[in-house]
């Protein structure tokens, strides 16, 4: 496994990233099962493992914390924080009392004194970007958190987090962890190259477009997830799925599973340092091991981008944070009595 600069940080990361959002209720329930898996990826050479207080409701942590024993020196090690961890109003979002707290909950569970990267999960447009930052600031001060980045912000809202950090001393966002795939393009525009801008590192989630490019959903076929139920209505999205129907020959062609085409897509691009794997199965992990050496030339780049075009997505992005002018009504419009021009 070749390693990679995690922007300017000087930590140096493996392409392939492990995601451990599918390990506990969520995904993968059996804990020995998961460590082997963890084990597998490491002894690969991933050397960076990302996990969430909130996948599994804190599970995922305990799990990793596990499989980490004897290991944690040589590993990368992620977790982030803002989703509800219960039915507490306060037990949520970007606020100084929640992560300040939130973090001792996940060093605890992880079974370590500090993280290497402590990201912020969603914006929160309640909490004072200075408020959150403060608080970020104080938990590297302290050693308990070495850098810290933030996933699926806007570009807007990255640029003010770099400005407000500038002009109040406080420590700044060092990478971004958006949604990314042949499917899902649009961080080409201003995410990615914002990023580079300001020398973070991006570990991107989903490339392989929520399973979608594994090839395995087709037009006209019924899905089922792996727990036998009907898989959520974005997998039926006919703009998505006519891309992956001309992604499949085109993968045939140069010889390669749908899942090393879309794996080798994402970390081709110069603005991303990593890309997450969120394997369920020790099948599945092996798969994308498989295709790690993979490496995709002009020509094929080239047909993907008239398949997919560059700073596009195919279908909705459902998976990217949308604001709350978007989300809103109220927000887009004005009272009745005001709607008029004269």
Do not use: C
Not at 139 to 145: E, P, T
Not at 292 to 308: H, K, P, S, Y
């Amino acid at each position: 496994m070749k390693y990679r600069t995690l922007g300017r940080t000087g930590i140096q990361v493996s392409p392939y990233a492990l995601g451990a959002m599918m390990f506990g209720a969520m995904g993968n329930p059996d804990h020995d099962d998961s460590i082997r898996i963890i084990h597998r990826a490491l002894d690969a050479g991933i050397n960076f493992v990302d996990t969430a207080d909130v996948y599994s409701n804190g599970e995922s942590e305990i799990i990793v914390g596990k499989a980490l024993k004897g290991r944690r020196d040589d590993v990368v090690l992620a977790s982030k924080v803002h989703y509800p961890m219960g039915a507490d109003p306060n037990h949520r979002g970007n606020s100084r009392r929640w992560i300040v707290t939130s973090v001792e909950n996940s060093l605890r569970r992880l079974q370590t004194d500090h993280l290497d990267l402590y990201q912020v999960h969603r914006p929160d447009p309640t909490v004072d970007v200075e408020e959150t930052l403060s608080a970020l600031t104080d938990l590297v001060r302290s050693g308990k958190v070495r850098t810290i980045g933030a996933s699926t912000f806007p570009a807007s809202d990255i640029v003010e987090a770099q400005w407000v950090a500038e002009r109040r001393g406080l420590e700044r966002f060092r990478t971004e962890q958006p949604p990314y795939s042949i499917i899902n393009r649009s961080i080409e525009h201003e995410v990615l190259p914002v990023a580079q801008r300001y020398g973070m590192g991006t570990l991107v989630w989903s490339p392989l477009g929520q399973g979608l490019l594994t090839g395995r959903y087709r037009k006209g076929k019924q899905a089922v997830t792996h727990r036998g139920g009907t898989m959520p209505q974005h997998f039926g999205d006919e703009r998505k799925l006519d891309v992956v129907e001309q992604l499949i020959p085109l993968a045939e062609k140069a010889g390669l599973p749908m899942t090393h085409l879309a794996m080798a897509f994402a970390i081709a691009h110069p603005a991303v340092t990593s890309a997450l794997v969120g394997p369920r199965t020790m099948e599945q992990l092996d798969d994308l091991l498989a295709g790690a050496d993979v490496t995709l030339d002009d020509e094929i780049l080239d047909r993907i981008d008239e398949i997919a075009p560059p700073g596009t997505d195919a279908g909705p992005n459902d998976v990217a944070y949308t604001p709350q002018a978007v989300t809103d009504a109220s927000l887009r419009r004005r009272p009745v009595t005001q709607r008029s021009a004269a």
